[in-house]
C-alpha cells in the first residue's frame, strides 16, 4: 500500500516538473565522471609507469618479483615476455613472467627513473606556468 502511494507522489512529481528528471540524470552523468577521475585514471597512470619499468630491464638489474624473490637478472627473451633470475649464492636459477617483477633494484635504474620524474615534475610546472 504504502509503495502505491510512494509511486503515484513520484509520479506527480514527474508531471509536474519534467526538468527534475533530466536534472537527476545529469547529476549522475558527473558523478561518474568524478569517479572516473579519482580512481580510473591514476590506476591507468600507475600501470603506465610499471609497464615502463617492467620493459626496460636489462640483463645484470638487480630486481624484487611481487612474491618477495629477490635476484639477478641473466637472461631475457622478448618472444614469450620472460626473464630468468639467479639469486642466492647457491646461483639458483629461475624463469619468471615480466609482469612479475615488482620492483628494480639496480642503483643506476633507480636514479635514472627518479631524474626522469623530476624532470617530468618541471616540465609541468613549466607549462603550468605559461
Known amino acids: 500500500m504504502d509503495l502505491m502511494l510512494?509511486?503515484?507522489?513520484?509520479?506527480?512529481?514527474?508531471?509536474?516538473?519534467?526538468?527534475?528528471t533530466w536534472g537527476m540524470l545529469g547529476f549522475t552523468v558527473i558523478l561518474f565522471i568524478v569517479m572516473y577521475f579519482i580512481f580510473m585514471r591514476p590506476y591507468k597512470k600507475k600501470q603506465k609507469e610499471e609497464e615502463?619499468?617492467?620493459?626496460?630491464?636489462?640483463?645484470?638489474?638487480?630486481?624484487?618479483?611481487?612474491?618477495?624473490?629477490?635476484?639477478?637478472?641473466?637472461?631475457?627473451?622478448?618472444?614469450?615476455?620472460?626473464?630468468?633470475?639467479?639469486t642466492g649464492?647457491?646461483?639458483?636459477?629461475i624463469r619468471f613472467k615480466k609482469w612479475a617483477?615488482?620492483?628494480?633494484?639496480?642503483?643506476?635504474?633507480?636514479?635514472?627513473?627518479?631524474?626522469?620524474?623530476?624532470d617530468k615534475k618541471k616540465d609541468d610546472k613549466k607549462k603550468d606556468a605559461e
Open 6 to 20: 510512494l509511486d503515484q507522489a513520484a509520479q506527480a512529481n514527474a508531471a509536474e516538473n519534467p526538468m527534475a
Open 89 to 93: 649464492s647457491d646461483k639458483t636459477r
Open 52 to 86: 615502463a619499468m617492467r620493459s626496460s630491464i636489462e640483463v645484470g638489474d638487480d630486481v624484487t618479483t611481487i612474491g618477495g624473490v629477490v635476484g639477478k637478472i641473466i637472461a631475457i627473451r622478448d618472444d614469450d615476455e620472460t626473464f630468468v633470475l639467479e
Open 101 to 118: 617483477i615488482s620492483s628494480i633494484d639496480t642503483p643506476e635504474k633507480q636514479k635514472k627513473d627518479e631524474k626522469k620524474k623530476d
